[in-house]
Every structure is written in C-alpha cells, then in structure tokens.
Nanobody, 123 residues
Framework: QVQLVESGGGLVQAGGSLRLSCAAS????????MGWFRQPPGMEREFVAA????????YYADAVKGRFTFSRDNAKNTVYLQMNSLKPDDTAVYYC????????????????WGQGTQVTVSS
C-alpha cells in the first residue's frame, strides 16, 4: 500500500507561480514512476506530467510544456510540480499518482492516488 498526500495549492494571479508537493508513505515512492494529473471544473481528469523512478526522464502535456517542471527527491519520498506563468486555464484540482505499469500518459496505469489539491488562477 502507498499513501500520497498533495500540498501547495492555493489562489494565485495569472502569471504567478506555485510549487505542489506530494509526500508518500507506506512503500517508498522510489519504486514507482510518478505522475501529475488535474481535473478542471466540470471536466475529466487529464494528464499533466510524468517522471521516471530516479527523475532522469520527464514527460509533459503540451498545455504545460515549458511552464511546469516535475522533479523528485527520493530520499524524502516526495515529488514536486513547479508551476510558472500560470494561466486561468490551469485552474483545477491537481492529483499526484504512482504508476503500477503501462503508459505514463493514461490514468489507468496509476495504482495509487492522492486526495488532490486545489489550484485557482485568477485573471
């Protein structure tokens, strides 16, 4: 069993920045490639970013590429999503997840999910 807890969300002005954190307990997060997903109001959950076990490979949705950076600190069992140049369209509940296998880009590939943290970007 793995438990994931996101933090760092909040209210920001367009153009601002936030850093989300996701802390793991139970089995070490080092075992798992990790992903960030988000669910905008009234919409389906969508892929944001993914990272390999030791952080050497990262993948980003086109909508966030060049603005968001995924990193991890395996010694702390924590992953981070640095979000810069935020836009109102980034408003969503953000979830971290641990991949159990399959594609990095598909929700069904992730076995464990956090509770989500709200990010709201005002114009």
């Amino acid at each position: 069993q793995v438990q994931l807890v996101e933090s760092g969300g909040g209210l920001v002005q367009a153009g601002g920045s936030l850093r989300l954190s996701c802390a793991a307990s139970g089995r070490t997060v080092t075992t798992y490639p990790m992903g960030w997903f988000r669910q905008p109001p009234g919409m389906e959950r969508e892929f944001v970013a993914a990272i390999s076990n030791y952080g050497y490979n990262t993948y980003y949705a086109d909508a966030v590429k060049g603005r968001f950076t995924f990193s991890r600190d395996n010694a702390k069992n924590t992953v981070y999503l640095q979000m810069n140049s935020l836009k109102p369209d980034d408003t969503a509940v953000y979830y971290c997840a641990a991949r159990g296998g399959g594609s990095y880009f598909r929700e069904g590939s992730y076995a464990y999910w956090g509770q989500g943290t709200q990010v709201t970007v005002s114009s």
